[in-house]
């Protein structure tokens, strides 16, 4: 469901391209390179870039402005935002318990990582939907079917040594990512948007 998920899953290839290419478990890697960078959350659309060029006191049409929201709506919201926050401490959690220092180690690593993005999934599914969201509800189900078949395709590659399928399908997986924080930016669910450095303070 959460970015920070997709990072951590760079972060373990950092380790394991080291454990499986490195020879030693845990001297071949040292030092450890920098983690990488996250994109922007939001991308920039084309209505976006076109109105930089408008004057800056215009100002919106009440039909340009966002409708207000349900209590429902808002409801909605909350509880989404209360997910993405407590998914920090559960990801660290993770984190915390899990070894680098041999190949086995960061197999069960990213496998605990892979159950709790489908936990965490699972408990955004479970929130009630209220009308005006249901559509972008369904896309994000979808999101998050192909997220997991993703997980489970780099699972497969860490297990054979594919470091670049491991590579090319956390690209991929990372534009997946991008398209929740978007939908999930549209409803006012900010918390959702967890970049890597905050994830490691």
């Known amino acids: 469901m959460l970015r920070i998920l997709l990072y951590v899953a760079a972060v373990v290839a950092?380790?394991?391209?080291?454990?499986?290419?490195g020879g030693n478990a845990i001297g071949a890697w040292d030092p450890l390179p920098p983690a990488p960078e996250p994109p922007p959350a939001v991308k920039l659309s084309h209505h976006e870039a076109k109105d930089k060029g408008k004057h800056k006191d215009t100002k919106p049409?009440?039909?340009?402005?966002?409708?207000?929201?349900?209590?429902?709506?808002?409801?909605?919201v909350k509880k989404t935002n209360a997910v993405c926050r407590v998914s920090k401490s559960?990801?660290?959690?993770?984190?915390?318990?899990g070894s680098t220092s041999t190949r086995a180690g960061v197999l069960e690593l990213f496998q605990n990582l892979k159950r709790v993005n489908a936990e965490l999934n699972?408990?955004?599914?479970?929130?009630?939907v209220p009308p005006g969201y249901r559509d972008e509800v369904a896309k994000l189900r979808d999101l998050f079917a192909k997220e997991e078949l993703y997980f489970d395709s780099m699972g497969r590659a860490?297990?054979?040594?594919?470091?670049?399928?491991?590579?090319?399908?956390?690209?991929?997986?990372?534009?997946?990512a991008l398209d929740e924080t978007d939908i999930l930016a549209s409803f006012g669910a900010y918390a959702c948007d967890i970049s890597l450095s905050s994830a490691f303070s």
Do not use: C, H
């Not at 929201?69 to 808002?74: E, F, L, N, R, Y």
């Not at 699972?122 to 009630?128: G, N, T």
């Not at 860490?158 to 997946?176: G, H, P, V």
């Open 61 to 76: 049409s009440a039909s340009a402005q966002a409708p207000r929201k349900t209590a429902a709506q808002k409801v909605f």
């Open 158 to 176: 860490l297990q054979s040594r594919d470091m670049k399928r491991f590579y090319a399908l956390n690209d991929r997986l990372t534009d997946i």
């Open 122 to 128: 699972d408990r955004f599914l479970a929130i009630p």
């Open 90 to 97: 559960e990801v660290q959690a993770v984190l915390a318990q």
């Open 14 to 21: 950092l380790f394991a391209g080291a454990i499986f290419y």
